[in-house]
């Protein structure tokens, strides 16, 4: 077993990070244009009737490859997306403006290694912390 303690002073290691997106829990997702876009879309939105954009209802998480490409040794981009941020529609639309989705689409080098955060997180209070502050 490999354990590791987290801290600011203590990052996670490489090798660790490592083993994770190589489990393939996540999603794997080409960078193909559009297709990111449409998978935030899809995912992030809980419900089939009403999707349209706005906020993203449920946070997901996903590894996005270069097409043509297949498992993280060649390159990839871990993308994480919270509860909140906001999602434009399954396509863009032409004409409109460059955003972050369209920079995850981005070419992916051979090797390279990146991790992605959209939003912010949802962070909870520690209700003994509460209890003890009153």
Not at 124 to 129: A, E, H, L, V
Request: glycine share 8%.
């Amino acid at each position: 077993m490999r354990s590791h303690t987290l801290s600011d002073t203590a990052p996670l290691p490489r090798h660790m990070f490592w083993s994770f997106v190589n489990a393939h829990t996540v999603d794997e997702i080409s960078n193909y244009p559009g297709s990111v876009r449409a998978y935030i879309f899809n995912q992030s939105m809980r419900d089939d009737k009403k999707k349209r954009p706005g906020r993203a209802e449920q946070s997901i998480a996903f590894c996005i490859y270069q097409t043509e490409r297949y498992g993280p040794q060649n390159g990839y981009r871990l993308c994480v997306v919270h509860a909140g941020y906001y999602v434009g529609g399954r396509e863009k639309k032409e004409g409109e403006a460059e955003d972050d989705i369209d920079k995850l689409e981005r070419e992916i080098p051979q090797g390279h290694e990146e991790m992605v955060v959209l939003g912010e997180p949802t962070l909870y209070p520690d209700p003994q912390q509460e209890a003890q502050d009153q």
